[in-house]
C-alpha cells in the first residue's frame, strides 16, 4: 500500500517563505510524477506545481516565480515557497504519479494534506 506523507505547513506572514516536503512509501515500482495541488476554501482543488521523473516542471501561473518543485529522491519532492500571499492560504496536497507494480497501470495517491496559513 502507498503512502504519502506531508509535512512543512503552518503559518506564516505575507512575504515569508515555507517548505513542504513529501515523502512516498510502500511497494512503488516506478513514479512517473510528482505533485502539489491546494484547495482554499469554497475552491476547488488546483494544481501548483508538478515534477516529472525526467525532471520536468510544471507551474500554476500564479506561483510561478515564486514556488520551485523539486525531487531529491525518486520517492521525496519538496516545494518551496517564497514570497508567499494571503491568497496562497489552502490546505495543500502532495500527489503521486506511480505504478506499485510492474503489471499495474499509473494511478493517483494522494496525502493527507497540510494547512498553510498566509495572515499578518
Known amino acids: 500500500q502507498v503512502q504519502l506523507v506531508e509535512s512543512g505547513g503552518g503559518l506564516v506572514q505575507p512575504g515569508g517563505s515555507l517548505r513542504l516536503s513529501c515523502a512516498a512509501s510502500?511497494?512503488?515500482?516506478?513514479?512517473?510524477?510528482m505533485g502539489w495541488y491546494r484547495q482554499a476554501p469554497g475552491k476547488q482543488r488546483e494544481l501548483v506545481a508538478a515534477?516529472?521523473?525526467?525532471?520536468?516542471t510544471d507551474y500554476a501561473d500564479s506561483v510561478k516565480g515564486r514556488f520551485t518543485i523539486s525531487r531529491d529522491r525518486v520517492k521525496n519532492t519538496d516545494l518551496e515557497m517564497n514570497s508567499l500571499k494571503v491568497n496562497d492560504t489552502a490546505v495543500y496536497y502532495c500527489n503521486a504519479v506511480l505504478r506499485s507494480t510492474a503489471w499495474d497501470r499509473n494511478r493517483d495517491y494522494w496525502g493527507q494534506g497540510t494547512q498553510v496559513t498566509v495572515s499578518s
Open positions: 515534477i516529472t521523473s525526467g525532471g520536468s
Open positions: 510502500g511497494i512503488i515500482f516506478s513514479v512517473k510524477s
